[in-house]
């Protein structure tokens, strides 16, 4: 697999059904509930839904299924593959 | 509850079907208080776990980690932490779902660490063949260090087991951390730290330091050293972080050797149902389809029971009226006391079918879509998709919806959904609203479809719900309350709800609101009816001087009692309270009786049609209503010659009804949930001047 870091890119920009992988760099702008939930650097993460207003996204990381809202998710960055 | 007893705190993520194991564990044996000092119900039930030997389970809140974010969740810290040594656990029961199991084994990670003896419950094992998952359990007993035992709560299965283990573990008395938390990250910061008391573990003084919680027994001096540690808290920040990867790492390296999912076998029914409920379209349809559905069947299934109830405590007080000797101690029983049991009780019905449709929209994690749904829509009025919850469950009663704002963790969106909620049409307005509708509303169709009075109490539900909003952006844009808006929720695996569980939770709902609720209504109508049988001079006199200005007028000997009443009424101490608000509620268009009615609702709303059922000294019976509105219809203002409940004064009636903070509950609940008096006596105020100037507007310009 190659991964291409593209600074834009982020679990907000995500389309739904698109999987990428949390950055490293990104630990410091989870926070630590997200991170205790699974959201964790390395993990892969699919956009699952979105809501019908555009936000919150729906998400599936390391098992979880987590709704977080798009200010929190545009803080974290991705690899897509 | 012996000394004999084993301990139990029961922990684990939220829907991991904690709840059902402890309804298993504990059955009936169930009860609900309060933790000393907080204000968060604590259940607790005890569980026979030999023949000799019991358990007192306390069930803790749901939570994903010791650290907190929100109210419900700093519990498990404080019990944990044992902050009341009372309150410590001798055992720790950790429950974790078989399927989420890497995330659940964080939480046990950091209980391991505390060094309690602990056991691990696995749940929900029936779903493993289904879902391609297959555990190493004697190896996963190893890694872990701890006792584990497979269970499924629902079917009943391992519960046996869960008990022996217990008292194995109990027994043997040890307990070891999990993961060395301090070698990883920074070993001379954690050994210095680790040095400062030998009487914890290293992990409980590292949450004393990041979570500013201290244990009841620490030395002033300990305590000293620990805030020492304190004073870089971005490096406390960093050191969290990394706590929770390296704890992944540890879990990830155990789950790699004996936990393997067969992702092949996975059933998609998630994606499925979440296509349907969280469409842009259908979602929303589904929802308010669903909401029509909960209401209609509220005040249909609930009206039967009702009347029911309605009608027995009419007969309880007629045949203690006809068995007891006359008195005042008669007197009160059957005007005070047992309409004012009836007044609660009568809400049961309603209550408790409003709680089932919750209860069975959070079990089965239909809820949580809501929330998804909602937030976005909410958060611009300063809540969180997480307030939907309360705003439904106060259209039966603002006590238990306020409680279950305790899951918002922003505390801002937590006080404003607290303060907004008591706009909602709870039960209590729907008397007041039923009355006067058929006093003025006539029973026609429009459209040829809609009755016209089911309408109007649809407005009056529309009305609620708007104005709450309406406040919420209010207090949204003028609040300064610093609080960090974060929000995450999870998204549960849908499932069928379990009988048990949601009879329990109605049970236990409908019990604590009857209680909460029953204690003031019924002391406030003991008051009610001693302010109303007694007065000064002029009350005493009020039956002869009754009987003389009638004296030579033709009245049936009914009537004169009417009359005696009415006089003894409006000289009584409650009719001179009426008499002295009466110039400040002239505008609005009510004269001193309904002025009484007012003062009395502000204890509870339900309250109004009793009060006037006095006040026009009829029996105070509303299997009855006809009389009491026919009462009511025939009432004159000596003003103007026309009858006193017209158009204008009914509607500026309901809209008062619909705005005032007329509930002492409430008020208490609010109290106890913001821990101060401020916020209660804001909403009291603030919704008693709202509800005067919309009724005087709704009464000035309909007259």
Same mark, same amino acid.
């Given at each position: 697999?190659?991964?291409?870091?593209?600074?834009?890119?982020?679990?907000?920009? $995500?389309?739904? =059904?698109?999987?990428?992988?949390?950055?490293? /760099?990104?630990?410091?702008?989870? +926070? &630590? @509930?997200? $991170?205790?939930? =699974?959201?964790?650097?390395?993990?892969?993460? /699919?956009?699952?839904?979105?809501? +019908? &207003? @555009?936000?919150?996204?729906?998400?599936?990381?390391?098992?979880?299924?987590?709704?977080?809202?798009?200010?929190?998710?545009? @803080?974290?960055?991705?690899?897509?593959? | 509850?012996?000394?004999?007893?084993?301990?139990?705190?029961?922990?684990?993520?939220?829907?991991?079907?904690?709840?059902?194991?402890?309804?298993?564990?504990?059955?009936?044996?169930?009860?609900?208080?309060?933790?000393?000092?907080?204000?968060?119900?604590?259940?607790?039930?005890?569980?026979?776990?030999?023949?000799?030997?019991?358990?007192?389970?306390?069930?803790?809140?749901?939570?994903?980690?010791?650290?907190?974010?929100?109210?419900?969740?700093?519990?498990?810290?404080?019990?944990?932490?044992?902050?009341?040594?009372?309150?410590?656990?001798?055992?720790?029961?950790?429950?974790?779902?078989?399927?989420?199991?890497?995330?659940?084994?964080?939480?046990?990670?950091?209980?391991?660490?505390?060094?309690?003896?602990?056991?691990?419950?696995?749940?929900?094992?029936?779903?493993?063949?289904?879902?391609?998952?297959?555990?190493?359990?004697?190896?996963?007993?190893?890694?872990?260090?701890?006792?584990?035992?497979?269970?499924?709560?629902?079917?009943?299965?391992?519960?046996?087991?869960?008990?022996?283990?217990?008292?194995?573990?109990?027994?043997?008395?040890?307990?070891?951390?999990?993961?060395?938390?301090?070698?990883?990250?920074?070993?001379?910061?954690?050994?210095?730290?680790?040095?400062?008391?030998?009487?914890?573990?290293?992990?409980?003084?590292?949450?004393?330091?990041?979570?500013?919680?201290?244990?009841?027994?620490?030395?002033?001096?300990?305590?000293?050293?620990?805030?020492?540690?304190?004073?870089?808290?971005?490096?406390?920040?960093?050191?969290?972080?990394?706590?929770?990867?390296?704890?992944?790492?540890?879990?990830?390296?155990?789950?790699?050797?004996?936990?393997?999912?067969?992702?092949?076998?996975?059933?998609?029914?998630?994606?499925?149902?979440?296509?349907?409920?969280?469409?842009?379209?259908?979602?929303?349809?589904?929802?308010?389809?669903?909401?029509?559905?909960?209401?209609?069947?509220?005040?249909?299934?609930?009206?039967?029971?009702?009347?029911?109830?309605?009608?027995?405590?009419?007969?309880?007080?007629?045949?203690?009226?006809?068995?007891?000797?006359?008195?005042?101690?008669?007197?009160?029983?059957?005007?005070?006391?047992?309409?004012?049991?009836?007044?609660?009780?009568?809400?049961?019905?309603?209550?408790?079918?409003?709680?089932?449709?919750?209860?069975?929209?959070?079990?089965?994690?239909?809820?949580?879509?809501?929330?998804?749904?909602?937030?976005?829509?909410?958060?611009?009025?300063?809540?969180?998709?997480?307030?939907?919850?309360?705003?439904?469950?106060?259209?039966?009663?603002?006590?238990?919806?306020?409680?279950?704002?305790?899951?918002?963790?922003?505390?801002?969106?937590?006080?404003?959904?607290?303060?907004?909620?008591?706009?909602?049409?709870?039960?209590?307005?729907?008397?007041?609203?039923?009355?006067?509708?058929?006093?003025?509303?006539?029973?026609?169709?429009?459209?040829?479809?809609?009755?016209?009075?089911?309408?109007?109490?649809?407005?009056?539900?529309?009305?609620?719900?708007?104005?709450?909003?309406?406040?919420?952006?209010?207090?949204?844009?003028?609040?300064?309350?610093?609080?960090?808006?974060?929000?995450?929720?999870?998204?549960?695996?849908?499932?069928?709800?379990?009988?048990?569980?949601?009879?329990?939770?109605?049970?236990?709902?409908?019990?604590?609101?009857?209680?909460?609720?029953?204690?003031?209504?019924?002391?406030?109508?003991?008051?009610?009816?001693?302010?109303?049988?007694?007065?000064?001079?002029?009350?005493?006199?009020?039956?002869?001087?009754?009987?003389?200005?009638?004296?030579?007028?033709?009245?049936?000997?009914?009537?004169?009692?009417?009359?005696?009443?009415?006089?003894?009424?409006?000289?009584?101490?409650?009719?001179?309270?009426?008499?002295?608000?009466?110039?400040?509620?002239?505008?609005?268009?009510?004269?001193?009786?309904?002025?009484?009615?007012?003062?009395?609702?502000?204890?509870?709303?339900?309250?109004?049609?009793?009060?006037?059922?006095?006040?026009?000294?009829?029996?105070?019976?509303?299997?009855?209503?006809?009389?009491?509105?026919?009462?009511?219809?025939?009432?004159?203002?000596?003003?103007?010659?026309?009858?006193?409940?017209?158009?204008?004064?009914?509607?500026?009636?309901?809209?008062?009804?619909?705005?005032?903070?007329?509930?002492?509950?409430?008020?208490?609940?609010?109290?106890?949930?913001?821990?101060?008096?401020?916020?209660?006596?804001?909403?009291?105020?603030?919704?008693?001047?709202?509800?005067?100037?919309?009724?005087?507007?709704?009464?000035?310009?309909?007259?």
């Amino acid at each position: 697999m190659r991964f291409k870091l593209n600074s834009l890119s982020t679990i907000a920009s $995500l389309h739904i =059904g698109e999987v990428g992988y949390i950055s490293e /760099e990104s630990l410091d702008n989870i +926070p &630590l @509930k997200l $991170l205790e939930m =699974g959201c964790l650097p390395g993990a892969e993460v /699919e956009l699952v839904q979105v809501a +019908p &207003l @555009k936000d919150p996204l729906y998400i599936c990381v390391n098992g979880s299924h987590l709704a977080i809202r798009k200010e929190t998710a545009a @803080k974290i960055k991705i690899l897509k593959s | 509850m012996s000394n004999n007893d084993i301990k139990v705190a029961l922990i684990g993520n939220p829907n991991t079907g904690k709840t059902s194991l402890f309804n298993q564990l504990t059955g009936l044996n169930q009860k609900v208080g309060n933790y000393p000092g907080i204000t968060v119900d604590k259940k607790q039930g005890i569980c026979k776990l030999s023949a000799t030997q019991n358990a007192v389970v306390t069930d803790l809140p749901g939570t994903y980690s010791i650290n907190p974010t929100s109210l419900d969740e700093s519990i498990v810290l404080k019990t944990l932490l044992k902050k009341d040594i009372k309150e410590s656990p001798d055992v720790i029961l950790v429950v974790a779902d078989v399927e989420n199991l890497k995330r659940n084994l964080l939480l046990f990670s950091q209980i391991k660490d505390l060094e309690v003896p602990t056991v691990l419950a696995i749940n929900m094992v029936d779903q493993m063949a289904k879902k391609g998952i297959s555990i190493d359990l004697s190896l996963l007993k190893k890694e872990l260090n701890t006792e584990i035992v497979l269970i499924s709560a629902r079917k009943n299965e391992g519960i046996e087991q869960v008990k022996e283990a217990i008292i194995r573990c109990h027994v043997a008395a040890k307990a070891s951390p999990l993961c060395g938390i301090n070698h990883q990250i920074d070993p001379d910061y954690f050994t210095k730290l680790k040095e400062i008391s030998t009487s914890y573990s290293l992990y409980e003084l590292w949450l004393m330091v990041t979570q500013n919680s201290y244990p009841e027994a620490i030395t002033t001096e300990e305590k000293k050293k620990l805030i020492a540690f304190k004073q870089d808290t971005s490096k406390l920040k960093k050191y969290q972080h990394k706590e929770t990867i390296y704890r992944y790492q540890e879990i990830n390296k155990i789950l790699k050797k004996t936990y393997i999912v067969d992702k092949s076998k996975a059933t998609d029914l998630r994606s499925k149902l979440d296509k349907v409920f969280t469409h842009k379209i259908f979602g929303y349809v589904f929802f308010v389809f669903l909401l029509l559905v909960i209401f209609q069947s509220v005040f249909d299934w609930a009206s039967l029971p009702m009347d029911f109830i309605d009608s027995t405590f009419a007969q309880i007080a007629d045949f203690a009226k006809s068995s007891l000797p006359e008195g005042v101690f008669t007197d009160l029983l059957t005007e005070g006391i047992i309409p004012g049991i009836g007044g609660v009780i009568i809400f049961i019905p309603q209550i408790a079918i409003l709680f089932l449709f919750i209860a069975v929209l959070e079990e089965t994690g239909y809820m949580s879509r809501v929330v998804f749904l909602m937030d976005k829509i909410m958060r611009r009025f300063g809540m969180n998709g997480k307030s939907v919850i309360p705003l439904i469950s106060g259209t039966a009663c603002a006590i238990p919806a306020i409680m279950a704002t305790r899951t918002i963790s922003s505390w801002k969106e937590r006080l404003i959904t607290i303060l907004v909620t008591p706009f909602t049409t709870c039960s209590a307005r729907l008397p007041v609203y039923a009355i006067l509708i058929a006093l003025i509303i006539p029973n026609t169709n429009v459209f040829g479809f809609l009755n016209l009075q089911g309408l109007v109490l649809l407005s009056l539900y529309g009305l609620g719900f708007f104005t709450a909003i309406l406040a919420a952006y209010i207090l949204h844009k003028t609040l300064d309350v610093k609080s960090k808006s974060f929000f995450v929720a999870e998204m549960p695996n849908y499932k069928l709800p379990s009988v048990k569980n949601v009879f329990y939770e109605v049970l236990e709902k409908t019990k604590s609101f009857v209680l909460e609720a029953g204690k003031i209504i019924l002391a406030l109508s003991i008051v009610l009816w001693f302010l109303a049988s007694n007065g000064p001079s002029a009350y005493k006199n009020a039956e002869k001087n009754t009987i003389e200005n009638v004296a030579n007028k033709n009245i049936t000997d009914a009537e004169l009692q009417q009359k005696i009443a009415s006089a003894k009424l409006e000289n009584s101490y409650i009719g001179i309270l009426g008499k002295t608000i009466e110039p400040v509620i002239k505008p609005l268009g009510y004269d001193w009786k309904i002025g009484i009615a007012l003062i009395t609702s502000f204890a509870a709303r339900e309250v109004f049609v009793g009060t006037l059922a006095t006040i026009y000294s009829v029996e105070a019976d509303d299997e009855d209503t006809s009389t009491i509105k026919e009462k009511m219809a025939s009432e004159v203002n000596p003003e103007t010659g026309k009858k006193r409940f017209n158009f204008p004064v009914g509607m500026s009636l309901m809209v008062f009804y619909a705005f005032a903070m007329q509930c002492m509950a409430t008020l208490a609940i609010v109290k106890r949930e913001t821990k101060t008096w401020k916020w209660p006596l804001i909403q009291l105020f603030g919704m008693a001047f709202l509800a005067y100037v919309s009724a005087l507007f709704t009464y000035q310009i309909l007259n």
